[in-house]
């Protein structure tokens, strides 16, 4: 069965101080990973998309990278405004519909 | 921001009631999606679109149904709303690109 798992499931850090975050996932063949933020009371905000192993993105803070079995979500020197539940998603090859984690709620204390 | 909107933003209703939420996007994008996101279960497909008149169902389709008339709305509707179907509703538009732009959501509540 195609599934996602992310962890932690929370994550309280200081202002400035590194982490990562995981998305591990087995799939029947991967299509495309995503990453997701979002703020409470919104709709996921759309970060980056990750097709092949060793792919990198990179935004402002943010690094994602993808190997053959799970993605990480590299934060850093976080700052509050970085505080927000960041979600993985992946397609399987030959689908249409994407398949959520449950996400990581990340909190940033100042 | 991709052009979704999603309305009501906010329903209360009651046990028996139809319910019917829309989606309206200015994208002219092919595929559009209904999800429901609760505590604890994260985002799931109820439903989706490949085209005008063109719906399939997600992971968790029972008691809703859909309908897409034009490209720019997608309607999903509880026939006969529960208790269960409180929940925050979630509409979704991709291209040929394949990701994913969410709309603002609606939240439900059923009394």
């Known amino acids: 069965e195609d599934q996602v798992t992310q962890s932690p499931e929370a994550l309280r850090l200081q202002e400035g101080e590194s982490s990562s975050l995981n998305c591990s996932y087995t799939?029947?063949?991967?299509?495309?990973l995503f990453w997701y933020r979002q703020d409470p009371g919104k709709g996921p905000e759309f970060l980056f998309t990750?097709?092949?192993a060793g792919e990198e993105k990179e935004k402002e803070r943010l690094k994602a990278t993808l190997t053959k079995k799970e993605s990480f979500l590299h934060i850093t020197a976080p700052k509050p405004e970085d505080s927000a539940t960041y979600l993985c998603?992946?397609?399987?090859?030959?689908?249409?519909?994407?398949?959520f984690g449950k996400g990581t709620r990340l909190h940033i204390l100042p | 921001d991709a052009g979704i909107t999603q309305s009501p933003r906010h329903k209360v209703t009651e046990t028996g009631t139809p319910v019917t939420l829309r989606c309206h996007q200015t994208?002219?994008?092919?595929?559009m999606y209904w999800y429901r996101q609760d505590p604890g279960h994260g985002l799931r497909l109820i439903h989706y679109?490949?085209?005008?008149?063109?719906?399939d169902k997600g992971e968790v389709s029972d008691g809703y149904s859909v309908s897409r008339s034009k490209t720019e709305d997608f309607l999903l509707t509880l026939e006969s709303a529960t208790s269960s179907q409180t929940s925050v509703y979630f509409c979704?538009?991709?291209?040929?690109?394949?990701?994913?732009?969410f709309g603002p959501g609606t939240r439900l509540l059923v009394l």
């Open positions: 979704a538009i991709s291209g040929e690109e394949e990701t994913q732009y």
């Open positions: 799939v029947s063949g991967l299509r495309g």
């Open positions: 990750l097709y092949s």
């Open positions: 998603a992946v397609q399987v090859r030959g689908d249409d519909k994407i398949i």
């Open positions: 994208e002219n994008h092919r595929y």
């Open positions: 679109s490949y085209g005008v008149k063109d719906t």
